[in-house]
């Protein structure tokens, strides 16, 4: 029985998240070592180290889409769309970064869509 409310499709959403926590922890320790190098730097090198901070966001952004589509091609459009939705709010809550990355996109490209 499904709870109102409660995202459908979010036991799967975890489950995937967990494991792609094991499977890339190296890539999310770099960048969390990226944050942190970006947080302490000066006026002088905050911008490069910024993107280099972005660079591996955007790296883990792509495996993690790699792995949201794949699971979605067996869906229905409807299901499908319902679950991208619900997979992009768990993979921000989960890895913050994520929104920081879709934040900085919107500044430099206003029209750009969700």
Same mark, same amino acid.
């Given at each position: ?15 995937? +998240?967990? +494991? ?28 490069? +180290? ?16 790699? +792995? ?47």
């Amino acid at each position: 029985m499904r709870i109102p409310g409660r995202p459908r499709f979010g036991d799967v959403i975890q489950r995937q +998240l967990a +494991l792609f926590d094991v499977e890339h922890r190296d890539l999310l320790v770099r960048i969390e070592e990226a944050r942190r190098a970006y947080g302490r730097a000066g006026s002088d090198d905050a911008e490069e +180290l910024y993107g280099t901070y972005m660079d591996l966001v955007e790296e883990a952004e792509d495996d993690l889409l790699e +792995l949201r589509d794949h699971f979605a091609m067996s869906m229905s459009p409807g299901d499908r769309a319902r679950y991208r939705r619900e997979f992009a709010r768990a993979a921000e809550r989960r890895l913050p970064s994520l929104a920081a990355r879709r934040d900085y996109e919107r500044t430099m490209d206003p029209d750009l869509d969700d």
